[in-house]
């Protein structure tokens, strides 16, 4: 659990962690969203199986993906990139052109960064994105009776990954989207005009990049009511049941990098989105996580996530 | 020259370039300027001269110079942190000890960031400003005439950083100027509101991190015109002169990593400004580069400009 420990010990050394927490913080005085992600080789990525070009897209998109589950509209990204000497320009090239591509489809100006040294290629990503809902988000907004909804199908990209390592390259779809996962930024906006409509001020969400048990499990702790999942509402994709029709529940639930977002809002906000594009998975229930016999529920959801340390 | 081969690249492949190439760019929207710098472990710093303390200050303040040199109040920054699986807790800790001391030293506020796994110590922070002087910047602003400006004397960090890689601990005052390099924020802050009064809405000005040679030749290709430079004016510490006699004026050019500030601006302003803070080192010819003979002149000064890829 050293990652844990590790955001632990930052809260804690902090004189003001209250910003911390969130896909991203808001910046009230400037009334804009900011976030930071990096990916680095060997850990997120594998230059093997990955393109330059693919890697600017992924870590421009994981941003835009936080901004999508803060329902702000994406706006600048700065990136610093780290390159060991020996890079040739042909790479530059095409990650950059790898960022412009989804800059362009999303509207985004990029703002600047740093270019380095390094032993290994490490991409840090930081965005910027303008609230323009009146909702506010957090991870501890859920309310008993809430419906559990997510964006779309779990596990494809874990499986892509998978495919890419054991250098299979027979289900082209999986392994795009984990190479180039596409952040719910449309799906956002829309649920976000809703909610505005409705005259719904907060909002619980977060966004399934450390997997889709991880988001559950803190969306579920963040609001201290259990949430009853019903499993076989979950998307999966035929590609992926077909593929590994063994393991596809175990990529779908800790798979991790689907980009997807998971909220919970009132049945009758629900009944207002469009079904093509939102999927109820389950309901929060009025039992508090405190009344579990059960006290280590958690555990598993800890275990199983996503391991930025390989732990 | 590869980190300008990449430059150019960048520039070509990006399909809107108009916010990079100075040390902050200015989001007019919302008022405030970005930057984002990355520190690399044994490109930027060496942990076994380095404490994590005082990285944490220097990956701050580093960026927080990019502020000054924007003429920007720091607000709020990111940061992303990379370590090695083996990484214990208390390099954390006092990783964000350092951080949080400078934070509450220039009242600025951790807003997110992230944590990954990695092979080697890397730290990339974003860093958010206001604008509050209406004063723009830029490293194409300088006018013939005008008196060339910097901030405190040059070279002290890069004799540090010899010192330390000679395992030589006799002069902590270089030492500490490398490790922990000072943002000038007060004396960025001071000159802001001289041109506010003044009613000077432009100024030219960038920071001294790549070394006060590089600064001085991009300032000087900004604005199209050679800067004449009275060497002997240039500020350099008597423990610098004293424990480097041989060197000393090669490290105070293109040493590097002082973080001080290189601007121009008309006389009557300079005689305005604080001359223990501000120091005269030279003036702004009405000689057009373009009309010098040795075409070549900035061969040696991008020779010996900072190198993050170590060409």
Same mark, same amino acid.
């Given at each position: ?26 910046? =009230? *005085? ?7 992600? /990096? ?9 093997? /199986? ?10 421009? #998109? ?6 999508? #589950? ?34 362009? +489809? ?5 703002? &600047?960064? $740093? ?17 323009? %809902? ?11 009776? +809430?419906?559990?909804?997510? /964006? &779309? ?13 054991? &250098? ?7 392994? @795009?989207?984990?190479?180039?996962? #596409?952040? @719910?930024?449309? +799906? ?7 909610? =505005? ?16 048990? $991880? ?22 994709? #035929? ?7 063994? *393991? ?21 906000? %629900? ?5 093509? @594009? ?23 959801? =800890? ?5 930025? %340390? &390989? *732990?």
């Amino acid at each position: 659990m050293k990652e844990l420990e590790y955001l632990e010990i930052i809260n804690n050394t902090l004189g003001d962690s209250s910003l911390l927490g969130d896909d991203c913080a808001f910046l =009230q *005085e400037f009334n804009i969203y900011v976030t930071q992600d /990096t990916l680095v080789e060997n850990v997120h990525f594998d230059l093997d /199986t990955t393109t330059a070009c693919e890697l600017g897209q992924k870590a421009v #998109s994981v941003n835009l993906s936080d901004l999508a #589950s803060s329902l702000a509209k994406p706006m600048y990204i700065t990136i610093s990139l780290s390159l060991p000497k020996n890079t040739n320009t042909d790479f530059v090239r095409d990650f950059y052109t790898g960022v412009n591509a989804i800059c362009n +489809e999303y509207n985004v100006k990029v703002a &600047g960064g $740093d270019l380095t040294g390094s032993k290994e290629v490490v991409v840090s990503v930081c965005a910027i994105g303008k609230k323009i %809902f009146d909702v506010n988000v957090s991870r501890h907004y859920s309310k008993p009776d +809430e419906v559990i909804v997510v /964006t &779309g199908t779990h596990g494809d990209s874990a499986g892509g990954l998978r495919l890419l390592s054991q &250098g299979r390259r027979e289900n082209d779809s999986l392994i @795009k989207k984990h190479l180039l996962p #596409s952040p @719910k930024i449309s +799906e956002a906006m829309e649920l976000a005009a809703v909610l =505005q409509k409705e005259q719904i001020k907060k909002l619980a969400i977060m966004d399934t990049s450390d997997g889709l048990g $991880d988001a559950i499990y803190k969306l579920s702790k963040g609001c201290g009511y259990v949430f009853d999942i019903n499993y076989e509402n979950i998307p999966v994709s #035929s590609e992926l049941k077909r593929t590994f029709p063994e *393991e596809y529940k175990d990529l779908v639930m800790w798979g991790g990098e689907d980009f997807e977002l998971l909220f919970t809002v009132e049945e009758s906000i %629900f009944d207002k989105l469009d079904k093509r @594009k939102f999927f109820r998975i389950g309901r929060v229930s009025d039992k508090k996580i405190s009344d579990c016999e059960n006290q280590d529920f958690g555990a598993e959801f =800890q275990e199983k996530s996503f391991k930025h %340390f &390989g *732990e």
